[in-house]
């Protein structure tokens, strides 16, 4: 069994930067990823990012890239992303998930309690 515990959200403004932290507890296989989505109400889930346990491959979509940038802890069980020039439109429920490569919404393994991340204008 694996739980995954994310921290590091909250409310800033358009233009400023979080980070969010995610650790996972028990055994991740090497096959696996973590990765990070969002969630607006009335939205589909999104993935943002995922790293490969493997190696330090690493996804990031085209809505964040050049501004969110996923990086691994000193050990392989935790995760960061690190949001940069955040728009209003970043807010949203943030999810670290955990599950075979590619991380996918519907093949994540474990999911994370979710933290808010919110941008005012």
């Known amino acids: 069994q694996v739980q995954l515990v994310e921290s590091g959200g909250g409310l800033v403004q358009a233009g400023g930067s979080l980070r969010l932290s995610c650790e996972a507890s028990?055994?991740?296989?090497?096959?696996?990823?973590m990765a990070w989505f969002r969630q607006v109400p009335g939205r589909e889930r999104e993935l943002l990012s995922y790293i490969r346990q493997s190696s330090d491959v690493r996804y990031h979509a085209d809505s964040v890239k050049g501004r969110f940038t996923i990086s691994r802890g000193a050990t392989k069980n935790t995760v960061f992303l690190q949001m940069d020039s955040l728009r209003p439109e970043d807010s949203a429920v943030y999810y670290c998930?955990?599950?075979?490569?590619?991380?996918?919404?519907?093949?994540?393994?474990?999911w994370g309690q979710g933290t808010q991340v919110t941008v005012s204008s």
């Open positions: 998930a955990a599950g075979p490569a590619p991380v996918t919404s519907n093949g994540a393994r474990y």
């Open positions: 028990g055994r991740l296989l090497s096959s696996w990823g």
